[in-house]
């Protein structure tokens, strides 16, 4: 069996790193239910059911091989049309990005559109967007963080290429982490 973070490449073979990478699907669309990665077993595991009438407004999961500030894999958001099943292999391409304090320490979210669908795949940059989808992304976390009685402020959203040195920084990180041992639930 393979560990999802682990032994899955973010390249997507003829496509330029950071810009398309390959997403892993931990929470579909639409999921009141936040489904995490268990970094020591690479199976997703239930975290926990959101404590509000929200739900995710797109898919959410990870770019493999990255570790972001939180010590976890780099967090991503994939809009299509479609709801994307969890633990679902996907490439995507990174359109901006959403930073958030979460009880004061920063957490970047990547904003990507799935490259395989006909609709989201047209959106180059995450000022193509209608501005609405994205006050509901920042509401979304707004209103969950509070009902579970944790402080978070929402940035607004940042282009393409802020995403990119993100990305870049995370992936640094994680092969840093890999050397020296640091990625918690990497057997080597």
Known sequence: M????????????????????????EIPKGSSNKYELD????MLKLDRVLSS????????????QTLAEDHDP???????????????????????????????DPDHKIIAVLCQDPI????QLASNFPKHI?????????????LEGKGVEV???????????VIEDALQRYAKARRTGGARGLIL
């Not at 009438?53 to 493999?64: C, E, L, S, T």
């Not at 967090?75 to 304090?101: H, Q, S």
Request: hydrophobic share 40%.
């Open 2 to 25: 393979i560990h999802p973070w682990h032994d899955v490449t973010p390249a997507v073979e003829g496509k330029d790193l950071p810009g398309v990478f390959k997403a892993i699907i």
């Open 39 to 42: 970094k020591g077993s690479g």
């Open 53 to 64: 009438a929200v739900h995710y407004p797109a898919n959410y999961g990870f770019i493999p």
């Open 74 to 104: 780099l967090d991503v958001l994939v809009y299509c049309t479609e709801t994307i099943p969890p633990m679902t292999l996907c490439e995507a391409r990174a359109v901006g990005l959403m930073t958030m304090l979460d009880q004061g």
């Open 120 to 123: 989201y795949s047209e959106f």
């Open 134 to 146: 994205f006050r509901m992304l920042k509401r979304f976390f707004e209103d969950y963080k509070q």
């Open 155 to 165: 940035d607004d959203i940042m282009p393409a290429e802020t995403a990119h040195a």
